[in-house]
């Protein structure tokens, strides 16, 4: 596996490159343009100048996180060709640029849900959390502001201002949209790029919806094990993945982490993997990444991935915030670097049992 740890830009993110590289381990950066809406063009230019400064500093870049897709093409507008052109064209850019992996997500209209942003646990740490009770309390245009106050001043993913001034809009075009049809689109989707993905080692890495159930009426489809085989299957292609996290796959407690891994083996081709600490099915918090802090048994998982073979970009996830940080909810820099040399010493102490069994 390569450790990495995400990176917003330098113009967005608290954290620096410079204190990134000083992460044991720690020697790439999953990124991205930040500031481009879904469906406009990456220029070559773009990705290039982002590159030199990743580089400038030390590290690469081993994938990015995310080329967002326009509404449009989930929802099967005629108008949705015209935005695949332009993301064929940044599949393309990428590729020139030597950049072979791309986390994207098909879910409609929110990205990932919380009902909060500073949750405060027993430890005095704030993390992100859910309960459904608050979701089903709220009407979609008040998501934004139930939890805008606990952003520390940033910008989060799947949450921009640009996409939330629409909300209402949305819904009303996804009035009538079934499971059925977003599969059809996903998969008109992936038959348009996988010629570009094929000619540049572009391995498209979709992510699980989070939380792992319909919110507010929307359909979602990348929930569960079954529905990510018949994703996998619909387009049969090795540049067809996934990107395998644990914390929004792991929403649902029937979804069985270890399993689903070993049932993805040679499509997954990044790996997301954090903790969460559940109340209730539908109430849960992020937990720090040590086993006994959340739910899941984060040494089987690791195993999971090591037992498949599996040696792409992975990261820590959302972290929590801690020693008076400031930052983007989830995306501090002091918990996500113990999260990076506890998922570390895990791969090691794995590796290394292996090593010694087969040795004997």
Known sequence: MQMTLRWYGSKYDTVTLEQIRQIPGVHNVITTLYGKQA????????????????????????GIESVNVHEDIKLGLPSRDQYIDNYIKTLENLGKEDIHMV???????FDWTRTELARKRPDGSTVLAYTQEAVDALVPEEMFSSISGDMNGTVMPGWEPERLAHVKELFEKYKGVTEEDLW??????????????????IKMAIHPDDPAWSVFGLPRIITCKENLLRMMDMVDDVHNGVTLCTGSLGTNLENDLPDIIRSLKGRIHFAHVRNLKFHSPTNF?????????GSFDMYEIVKALYDI????????????????????????????ALGATYINGLWEAIEKNDLRSRNK
């Open 39 to 62: 469906g406009e063009l990456w220029t070559q230019e773009e990705i290039h100048a982002l590159k030199q400064e990743v580089e400038a500093a030390g590290l690469g870049i081993a």
């Open 103 to 109: 986390c994207y997500n098909f879910m409609p209209v």
């Open 184 to 201: 059809t689109n996903l998969k008109y989707f992936l038959e348009r790029i996988m010629p570009v993905c094929n000619q540049y080692d």
């Open 285 to 293: 918090e992020e937990a720090a990444h040590l086993s006994s802090d």
């Open 309 to 336: 073979g599996f040696d792409g970009p992975i990261r820590p996830d959302h972290g929590r915030m801690i020693w008076g940080e400031k930052a983007m909810p989830g995306y501090g820099l002091y918990d996500r």
